[in-house]
């Protein structure tokens, strides 16, 4: 089975950065497209950022300019590098991988299904990130 671990999240002030991270078992981020969802309460889930086996990034326009996501194949981790966070970045920040992986899977797209069919991908447990003052 697939296993999705991330860590990083805590509490920061506005301005502030934190480093995400999400270690991934059984799965091979260098072959699949993967991503960084974000749900805060009483939101709908949202994707920021997803790179697909290419290297190609598909950003939300709520976290461009200010996230970067990326990887080390390597130590099959995905990181998400928050800048300039500011309070309506706090949420639950989730890593996810599509399920679906004999059919190829564009990161646009999958920031796009995956939050709005949680059942296109994997899901990690998810990190805190709380941004106030």
């Known amino acids: 089975h697939v296993l999705l671990v991330e860590s990083g999240g805590g509490s920061v002030q506005p301005g502030g950065s934190l480093r995400l991270s999400c270690k991934a078992s059984?799965?091979?981020?260098?072959?699949?497209?993967s991503g960084w969802f974000r749900q805060a309460p009483g939101k709908e889930r949202e994707g920021g950022a997803a790179m697909d086996c290419d290297g190609v990034i598909s950003y939300a326009d709520s976290v461009k300019g200010r996230f970067t996501i990326s990887r080390d194949n390597a130590q099959n981790t995905l990181y998400l590098q928050m800048n300039s966070l500011k309070p309506e970045d706090s949420a639950m920040y989730y890593c996810?991988?599509?399920?679906?992986?004999?059919?190829?899977?564009?990161?646009?797209?999958?920031?796009?299904?995956?939050?709005?069919?949680?059942?296109?991908?994997?899901w990690g447990q998810g990190t805190q990130v709380t941004v106030s003052s």
């Open positions: 996810a991988a599509p399920t679906h992986t004999g059919l190829p899977v564009h990161a646009t797209t999958f920031l796009r299904q995956a939050a709005m069919e949680p059942d296109f991908a994997y």
């Open positions: 059984g799965y091979p981020y260098s072959r699949h497209t």
